[in-house]
Nanobody, 119 residues
């Protein structure tokens, strides 16, 4: 199970931190990803982090590189997405999802959290 939280309304240039709390599976065996979907648009991958024991390999979409930072607190089974320099085009429902370290298919999805950036 994944529980996403932290969304809200913020002005352009502002910051938000999203949290994704995982339960019911071995956190260290999974990659956690953040996706977003804006009205009328397809869902897109934003960032992900592999919770391998000795590394935290990360990925960022080009549109968020340099502005978003993903991190993992393995003691709390929680992944964070720090979003700085928010733009109106970042407005979307953000979802977190989990897949095993060796799979490309996400098995678990959390409920979405709305992020709205006003201009």
């Amino acid at each position: 199970q994944l529980q996403a939280s932290g969304g809200g309304l913020v002005q352009a240039g502002g910051s938000l931190r999203l949290s994704c709390k995982a339960s019911g599976f071995r956190f260290g065996d999974y990659t956690i990803g953040w996706f977003r979907q804006a009205p009328g648009k397809e869902r897109e991958g934003v960032s992900c982090i592999a919770n391998a024991p000795d590394t935290d390999t990360t990925y960022y979409a080009e549109s968020v590189k340099g502005r978003f930072t993903i991190s993992s607190d393995k003691a709390k089974n929680t992944v964070y997405l720090q979003m700085n320099g928010l733009k109106p085009e970042d407005t979307a429902v953000y979802y977190c999802a989990a897949r095993t370290l060796v799979s490309m298919q996400y098995d678990y999805w959390g409920q979405g959290t709305q992020v709205t950036v006003s201009s």
